[in-house]
């Protein structure tokens, strides 16, 4: 019916997409898009606040041919930011057991507490891989963690554009460009970590930081 919904795909077909999509031949290795957490956030269906209980390697279907294994990950959830109209307490997570599949390995039986993000299949289990935003929680910001309550969620009408070389210009009213990598010659620098692209009553979106307007350095760059 046009209009309807898409149903969330299966974790065990999620992971088949996953060994398709990888090319034959490239070794142990998982590549990702670069995007800013502003972005990972507003594409995630569900963001939450958690620490490692446990992990136990399981099957990845109830089907006995199937020789695939995912890792999961018992948690102990402290809070969500995002994802309450599909979950309301996350128990575990999944994760594709191999690394070139994108696997996450993170800390079990610790003190430490990650961020997360991630979809929820139609089975209601939640998939989790390096391609969303995991961080240990002591790593994010001031800004971040209050972005994550608020702004965030708010701006997701926003664009952001990644920057690789000079002149990098604006194409549309609702876009921000991020320079970290032409900077700071890394993708999660100090606009990441510290400024949100915020939409303005006009349409237009800029970055922000609290109430500070945007730095002059970032300005600066995407001048021809």
């Not at 001031?142 to 604006?170: D, G, K």
């Amino acid at each position: 019916m046009p209009g309807s919904p898409r149903p969330a795909p299966s974790w065990a077909l999620l992971l088949r997409l996953l060994a398709l999509l990888w090319p034959p031949g490239l070794g142990e290795a998982c590549s990702c898009a670069p995007a800013h957490p502003q972005q990972h956030i507003c594409h995630s269906a569900l963001v939450i606040r958690a620490k490692i209980s446990s992990e136990k390697v399981v099957s990845a279907s109830a089907d006995p041919a199937d020789t695939e294994k995912m890792l999961r990950y018992e948690i102990k959830q402290i809070k969500m930011f995002k994802g309450f109209e599909k979950v309301k307490d996350v128990q575990y997570i999944y994760t594709p057991f191999d690394s070139s599949l994108c696997g996450v390995k993170l800390e079990a039986n610790s003190q430490k507490q990650y961020l997360l993000t991630g979809q929820v299949l139609s089975d209601g289990k939640v998939f989790i891989h390096l391609c969303n935003y995991i961080e240990p929680w002591e790593d994010l910001s001031l800004v971040q963690r209050e972005s994550l309550n608020h702004h965030y969620h708010l701006n997701c009408a926003c664009q952001i554009t990644t920057c690789y070389t000079v002149p990098c210009t604006i194409s549309a009213p609702n876009e921000c460009l991020w320079t970290d990598w032409l900077l700071e010659q890394k993708l999660y620098g100090y606009q990441a970590q510290h400024y949100v692209c915020m939409k303005h009553a006009d349409g237009t979106c800029s970055w922000y930081r609290g109430h500070l307007l945007l730095r002059k350095e970032f300005v600066d760059i995407i001048q021809p």
